[in-house]
């Protein structure tokens, strides 16, 4: 098991990269620690597999160095990195049977016979392969070949991490989360590095102790699920992450605050002097659903507000709002009225957040970067 840092790496598949958006990975520094289960986390096209490739070793970055406890391994090959990849879909061999698929990296590893039984029956109970063990793979569902694909990564308890680029693809949904409270046990019980790749934030947080959110090519934040829920670094991550995703709303600066459609809100001299300080023309106040305070009655710090739509889901209801010229949602609970076509809304300071350039500022004025 490994520490897995990764030093001011950038890569492009294109030879000659003319600027920024040739790049697949645009330059970034990450550490993933030891032992830690962690979700990489962002939509598709984003540089999850790129990253991946090139933390196994099957790519070779354009710039920058991947390094393993310290150790610079740019130059050896994935076997020397010790690292173990399930990918998106299976890579079994069709003539073997299930048992000598996963056994397969034990014998090449020279472990004993005995201890090669123990643990594949092992991993087989854990990943219900038992009845298919001496089947031969050819005839498997996709389903069990992508077990087996699983279970050949899983085998080995002596490599520096396991990598799963979105393992639970083929997978249908009832085993898909099965597998995924395996997978979180299999980490429990061998404390092995492992970094799992999707683009479900479900999955990242049923899975992972740690997220990293990765957009065009970088990671933007890298939190734990409430981390990222209450604090995103990022307009991205704000926007991603929940559901619905944050309130957006670019604004323009004012003496003592933030306007948009003339309405006033008015923010801390340390936001402000943040605002001043970048010069930047893109502010954004982002709030989530969840911190959105509506009300039947005005206030010193509510503004008034139509409702346009409620959306009734059970336990909570969504409320679509319309606030001057923006589209604003409200999560409420399922025993809050909201009848009238008209209420009051507010946004509580602790959860009202400043970006710019997409980035948070920090009640500080510091603005944040992703580690
Ligand atoms: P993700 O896994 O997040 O979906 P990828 O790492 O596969 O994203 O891709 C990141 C970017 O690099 C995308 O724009 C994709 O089109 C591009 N890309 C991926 N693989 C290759 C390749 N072999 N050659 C050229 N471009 C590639
Ligand atoms: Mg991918």
Not at 101 to 106: C, E, G, Q, R
Not at 170 to 190: A, G, T, Y
Not at 293 to 317: F, M, N, Q, S, W
Not at 320 to 339: C, I, S, Y
């Amino acid at each position: 098991m490994a520490e897995i840092q990764l030093n001011s790496l950038a890569h492009s598949y294109s030879r000659h990269p003319a600027g920024s958006e040739d790049y697949a990975i645009r330059r970034m520094s990450h550490t993933w620690h030891k032992g830690g289960a962690y979700a990489l986390l962002g939509p598709s096209g984003c540089g999850k597999s790129t990253m991946l490739n090139i933390i196994s070793g099957l790519l070779e970055p354009s710039e920058g160095d991947v390094l393993f406890d310290n150790v610079k391994v740019n130059e050896l090959s994935p076997k020397d990195r010790n690292i173990a990849q399930v990918f998106q879909f299976p890579v079994v061999y069709d003539s073997m049977t299930v048992y000598d698929n996963l056994a397969f990296p034990l014998k090449n590893a020279d472990m004993p016979k005995a201890k090669i039984k123990a643990k594949v029956e092992e991993i087989a109970a854990i990943l219900e392969l038992e009845a298919v063990l001496h089947k031969k793979a050819k005839g498997l569902t996709a389903d069990e070949k992508q077990k087996v694909s699983m279970g050949r990564g899983l085998v080995r308890d002596d490599v520096s991490a396991i990598l799963f680029d979105e393992p639970l693809t083929v997978i249908d949904p009832q085993l898909k989360w099965r597998l995924r409270r395996k997978l979180k046990q299999i980490h429990e019980q061998f404390n092995i590095t492992m970094v799992y790749v999707t683009h479900d934030q479900l999955e990242a947080s049923t899975f992972a102790d740690k997220i990293a959110v990765m957009y065009d090519g970088q990671i933007v934040q890298f939190g734990t699920p409430r981390e990222l829920f209450e604090s995103p670094n990022h307009t991205f991550v704000g926007f991603f992450i929940g559901s619905p995703g944050m309130n957006l709303i670019e604004v323009e600066p004012t003496e003592g605050g933030v306007r948009f459609d003339g309405i006033d809100v008015p923010l801390s001299e340390h936001l402000m002097e943040a605002i001043r300080a970048d010069q930047s023309g893109n502010i954004k106040l982002g709030i989530r659903p969840e911190f959105v305070h509506l009300t039947g009655h005005a206030a010193d710090d509510t503004y008034p507000c139509e409702v346009r739509d409620i959306e009734d889901l059970g336990t909570y209801k969504i409320v679509t709002l319309q606030l001057g010229g923006q589209t604003l949602k409200a999560r409420v609970d399922e025993d809050q009225e909201v009848t009238s076509e008209s209420v009051h809304v507010g946004f509580p300071r602790q959860w009202l957040k400043l970006y710019v350039d997409e980035f948070l500022v920090d009640e500080r004025g510091a603005k944040e970067q992703a580690e």
